[in-house]
């Protein structure tokens, strides 16, 4: 019985849970309490948002999987009751709305020019640039003062250089998009910030496609500049696509380094038996497991149904946001044994870390290789790798739309 | 076994690829799904049905063939 929702009422019961959820005190890496029972007791079942709004969570891997490829669930971020999650946030979906926030039959016809870039093959032929891009830093890392933030040095350049390549950005310009996605990732900001950093993006890719229609190179940016002047995009979709490829391009990946090597740090069983493996499969079970194990997209994926559903013995009707909390998805027992125990051995590939459904994640065959890169030699080369501060004194980006650390003082 | 995919309804994540890349591969413009064989051999069976599952946009089925004693 799911004693905290009423389907199909616009008056659910006053006491329910606002989310997001608090982690609890000491434990960074789990999702908050409150989620697990959730997940044991209601695990479809309303909550509130910051304006009151109160979409359905669901908070079971397979009733996850089963709504993120429904054609009847929209991720339109236009649509009146589609759970933003902040005033901000709400702000920049509507003023650079990408591919992510669309339906098909836009959102497949904007995804497929940006797909071939991240084809298998294509990020594989990357793999040793990446490579070279990781033992650059790890020797500049080396050759410098320690402690050191390991954030700014090593694990945001890493994706902030590939995505560059890739892209076609000159990474001289990293301060500024760096900065400016760092404020657009924060949950909290006001209408007012996510308005001026999204322009500024905006804005800034708008020049550099115009700057690929003059000087067309052997980049992203640039064929997308190539179906603008074929008349197949506007010049408007291609700056959002821009902005999206970008900011996701960086954020996530760096996150993953920073956190994923704050909780190997944490698990040196798991560290050990990673650093003393010559075996790539270890390597990329390694990657798969901290994906499931940390799942750092930590404000839920969020969607409006299109139709009633039935589904886990509730209603969900027409014109409800929907919640996917894939960070307790990742931590359901009934997809993954032992599920709050880290192991890199175990290969969780049916992880829902990049989502399901044709919005999972454009650019994971690149953040794979980018993270099998780093997990790979970064623990052999520094093997004395060490966090200078208390856990108690590292600032978690508990307020990030993404999760992570702000920053990581290491030695060695 | 026989495999069958559906192109208009692939995302292009890649996942099949890494799942068996001796069955799927992907087009050069735009990274959507290429079936390599419809048959594959046996031994790669359990690889398909893991490519199947995982593909977050279902455009992969597989059809289990009754084995002949």
Redesign the interface.
């Known amino acids: 019985m799911n004693t905290t929702s009423a389907p199909g009422t616009d008056a659910p019961s006053a006491d329910l849970p606002d989310y997001p959820m608090t982690r609890a005190a000491g434990c960074p890496f789990d999702p908050p309490p409150a989620l697990y029972t959730l997940q044991a007791q209601a695990p479809i079942s309303r909550v509130r948002l910051w304006d009151g709004s109160t979409p359905w969570l669901v908070t079971r891997y397979e009733d996850q999987r089963a709504l993120l490829a429904d054609p009847r669930i929209s991720a339109d971020s236009t649509h009146p009751h589609y759970p933003h999650p902040g005033p901000g946030q709400k702000e920049r979906r509507t003023q650079s709305r990408a591919f992510i926030a669309m339906d098909d039959p836009e959102h497949a016809r904007l995804r497929r020019m940006a797909t071939a870039a991240f084809a298998i093959k294509h990020v594989e032929a990357l793999r040793p640039a990446i490579q070279k891009i990781v033992d650059g830093l790890i020797d500049a890392m080396l050759a410098g003062p320690k402690p050191v933030d390991f954030v700014q040095a090593f694990a945001l350049p890493v994706p902030s250089l590939v995505i560059c390549e890739l892209l076609g950005v000159p990474y001289a310009d990293h301060d500024f998009f760096q900065s400016n996605s760092k404020t657009l990732t924060k949950r909290t900001i006001t209408r007012e910030q996510a308005r001026a950093a999204t322009q500024r993006l905006v804005d800034y890719l708008d020049g550099m496609i115009g700057d690929k229609l003059a000087h067309p190179a052997h980049d992203l940016l640039s064929t997308l500049a190539e179906r603008v002047r074929a008349g197949e995009l506007s010049r408007h979709e291609a700056a959002n696509t821009g902005v999206l490829l970008l900011t996701a391009g960086h954020e996530t990946t760096a996150n993953m380094i920073a956190l994923g090597t704050l909780t190997l740090l944490q698990h040196p069983d798991q560290l050990t038996r990673l650093r003393e493996s010559r075996d790539p499969q270890l390597v990329a079970s390694a990657v798969e497991e901290l994906l499931r194990y940390l799942n750092i997209v930590h404000s839920g994926r969020r969607r409006v149904a299109l139709e009633d559903i039935e589904i886990g013995g509730v209603t969900i009707r027409a014109g409800d946001g929907v919640i996917l909390a894939n960070d307790i998805g990742n931590r359901d027992p009934a997809a993954f044994p032992d599920p709050d125990r880290l192991d890199v051995g175990r290969n969780p590939r049916h992880h829902v870390a990049f989502g399901f459904g044709v919005h999972q994640c454009l650019g994971q065959p690149l953040a794979r290789v980018e993270l099998q890169a780093v997990y790979s030699t970064l623990y052999r080369r520094i093997p004395t790798l060490q966090v200078a501060v208390d856990l108690d004194d590292i600032p978690f980006k508990h307020d990030g739309l993404v999760y992570g650390v702000y920053e990581l003082p290491i030695t060695w | 076994m026989k495999v069958i995919v559906d192109q208009n ?1 692939c ?4 996942q099949c ?3 068996t ?1 001796e069955v799927f591969d ?1 087009r ?5 799904v290429v079936l390599l064989t419809e048959t594959p051999p046996e031994h790669l069976a359990d690889d398909v049905r ?1 490519a199947a ?2 593909c ?3 455009a992969i089925w597989v059809e289990e063939q009754e084995k002949k004693e």
């Open positions: 309804k995302v292009a994540s890649g690829v890494l799942a890349p992907q050069e413009e735009d990274g959507i893991q599952a995982l977050p946009a279902q």
